[in-house]
């Protein structure tokens, strides 16, 4: 990828809307542009930074065609998104416009910029580092404000100030090891029980950001919860309930649902991805058995499993195998048809099951009349989540790859406490401290490597 030239993409979806956008960055941004964008009486070069004026916009090849009037910004660097040179054309939305723009502008001597490439340069040039530009990404897919939220703190640099604040740490402290190991003589040897405190003191930070990753994903990502037990139970009923519309078929047939039906719904400011699965049964057709292979997989993946039984009915061979199933899962058991006479003794019956639930809720979802204990439900879901650790001061470490730097981090501070321990000289110690500021450097984009860069900006999508 060459990184010194001018790119050009559109930076809107496709398809009708109010104004679509065109961005484009590099040294010869505003000499390109300025051959089709015209604003009254002047030329694009002579109009101020960071201004809006209103322009026409001229064919590239016929300069009497005019193809759109556009609100056109000239952003010079290095105070733009990129750092570089920005041009971004607000021209009419719905797909020709912008197309036909794009096009005299990529004939005009621009290139059509890769994925994520304007973000991989605000990298390169120091205006985001690379937890910044992971959380731009985490910021256009956020289906929660929790993940929003979170993903904007990101944005402003909260991780990497939060980073270097640790890194700084392990390097005051390398400093100090390693001149006292280079000069014995003129440099007081650091007592071993200060280091120890210093490294102790510095593997808890670690601690709490790399317990935090799980929380973050779930801002992120939202918690997949499944829908699970024996068939008619009313575990769609319960979909229903908690969507408010019909969403899934729900009839008296064991074995309605074939195939698991996945929705989004948001609770206390995170996303359920909610997944209503076949009711798992032993004697099944050739379908129903495809499906409840599904309803297995669907419970291996899920941070949550809401486990339904009926409680106007005993407890079954089937229901005993699907808990056992879900048993090592952070389970809601959920007792489900209590407007019927009930049979089983609820105390009784996670004990029946042989689980151990974070909470047991009482629910009724009949068809065509109120639902009861949904509330209760959603209250004990957002609890779990939420109130139990989501902090929105803080902020919390969104993907594997910052997971894994952190605790890359951290071994390497385990190892000098080892060290330390066993009397290893401070010269060796600094090789262990040296380790550490490398894999906190990853995940700001200052040590990292080149594929880790490349992996990180392919996900984006092209004109971010
Ligand atoms: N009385 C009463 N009936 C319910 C309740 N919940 C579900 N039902 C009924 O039970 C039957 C089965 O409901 P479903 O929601 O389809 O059950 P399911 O667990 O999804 O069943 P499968 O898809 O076959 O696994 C339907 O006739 C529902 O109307 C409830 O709380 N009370
Ligand atoms: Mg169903």
Do not use: W
């Not at 490439?117 to 605000?122: L, S, V």
């Not at 609890?383 to 390497?412: H, I, W």
């Not at 880790?452 to 004109?463: L, T």
């Amino acid at each position: 990828m060459k990184l010194n030239d001018t790119i050009a993409a559109i930076a809107t979806p496709r398809g009708a809307g109010g104004i679509a956008i065109i961005r484009m960055s590099g040294s010869d941004a505003v000499e390109i542009a300025a051959r089709m964008v015209k604003p009254g009486g002047r030329e694009l070069s002579d109009l101020e930074s960071h201004k809006l004026t209103l322009c026409r916009v001229y064919d590239s090849k016929n300069p009497d065609y005019m193809l759109d009037r556009a609100l056109v910004a000239v952003m010079y660097a290095p105070k733009s998104y990129t750092g570089e040179n920005v041009v971004e054309i607000n021209c009419h939305g719905g797909f020709l416009a912008a197309e036909k723009i794009l096009g005299g502008i990529l004939e005009s001597g621009a290139r059509m910029a890769e994925a994520g490439e304007f973000t991989r340069r605000a990298f390169i040039n120091g205006k985001t580092d690379l937890s910044g530009a992971e959380a731009v990404l985490d910021l256009m897919n956020a289906s929660s404000e929790a993940g929003l939220h979170n993903a904007a703190l990101s944005l402003t640099g909260e991780l990497a100030r939060k980073i270097a604040e640790i890194r700084d740490g392990v390097l005051s402290l390398a400093a100090h090891v390693s001149a006292a190991a280079d000069y014995p003589e003129e440099v007081e040897q650091p007592e071993a029980e200060e280091v120890e405190a210093k490294l102790s003191a510095l593997r808890a930070e670690l601690g709490r950001l790399a317990e935090g990753f799980n929380t973050g994903r779930i801002m992120r990502d939202g918690v997949r919860t499944a829908i699970v037990g024996k068939p008619n139970v009313g575990k769609s009923s319960i979909l229903n309930a908690l969507l408010r519309f019909e969403r899934a078929i729900v009839t008296d047939v064991p074995g309605t649902t074939r195939d698991t039906i996945e929705e989004v719904i948001c609770v206390g400011g995170i996303a359920l991805r909610l997944i209503d699965t076949a009711g798992i049964r032993s004697a099944a057709d050739e379908v129903e058995r495809i499906g409840i292979e599904r309803s297995e997989s669907n419970i291996k993946l899920a941070d949550l499993v809401l486990l339904v039984t009926d409680s106007s009915e005993k407890l079954s061979e089937d229901d005993m195998r699907i808990a056992a199933a879900v048993r090592d899962k952070k389970v809601i058991l959920i007792l489900n048809k209590t407007d019927k006479e009930t049979v089983t003794e609820f105390e009784r019956t996670a004990e029946e099951l042989n689980i151990s639930p974070a909470a047991v809720v009482k629910t009724s979802a009949p068809k065509g009349g109120e639902p009861e204990g949904i509330d209760a439900l959603e209250k004990v879901i957002s609890d779990m989540f939420v109130c139990g650790g989501v902090k929105y001061d803080e902020v919390y470490l969104t993907n594997e790859r910052q997971r894994d730097s952190v605790l890359k981090a951290d071994t390497a501070l385990e190892r000098a406490e080892d060290g330390l321990k066993t009397g290893m000289p401070y010269d060796l110690l600094f090789v262990d401290l040296e380790d550490a500021m490398y894999a906190l450097g990853e995940i700001t984009g200052e040590t990292v490597q080149e594929e880790i860069v490349d992996s990180v900006f392919e996900r984006f999508c092209v004109g971010k």
